[in-house]
């Protein structure tokens, strides 16, 4: 599985930004998807993630209420939707593909590119 993320940039505090994470191949559906981010000195931390029938989600706790992470499955497609957008949620964010976990970096082997959310103050 290839992947590539795209729509982050620069947005003011309280602002919102959705990511989407494109895939190829035709398995897209057999693998459960994870939005991870990290910001500079900070180690990647997951922040959403999201089963392979999209019937199960998780969120960090620090993103719970402003993230929504969503697939289509028909389109090869996970989004990321983050509303009230904090400085604190600057960081460069992947998407990622795993067939054995769901909520751990180690359990993921295919990642995007990253792509860079700046949120000012």
């Known amino acids: 599985v290839q992947l590539q993320a795209s729509g982050g940039g620069l947005v003011q505090a309280g602002g919102s930004l959705r990511l989407s994470c494109a895939a190829s191949?035709?398995?897209?559906?057999?693998?459960?998807m994870g939005w991870f981010r990290q910001a500079p000195g900070k180690e990647r931390e997951i922040v959403a993630a999201?089963?392979?029938?999209?019937?199960?989600?998780h969120y960090a706790n620090s993103v719970k209420g402003r993230f929504t992470i969503s697939r289509d499955n028909a389109k090869n497609t996970v989004y990321l939707q983050m509303n009230s957008l904090k400085p604190e949620d600057t960081a460069v964010y992947y998407c990622?593909?795993?067939?054995?976990?769901?909520?751990?970096?180690?359990?993921?082997?295919?990642w995007g590119q990253g792509t860079q959310v700046t949120v000012s103050s």
């Open positions: 990622a593909a795993t067939a054995r976990g769901l909520l751990q970096n180690n359990e993921y082997d295919y």
């Open positions: 191949g035709r398995t897209f559906s057999r693998y459960n």
């Open positions: 999201i089963t392979w029938s999209g019937g199960g989600t």
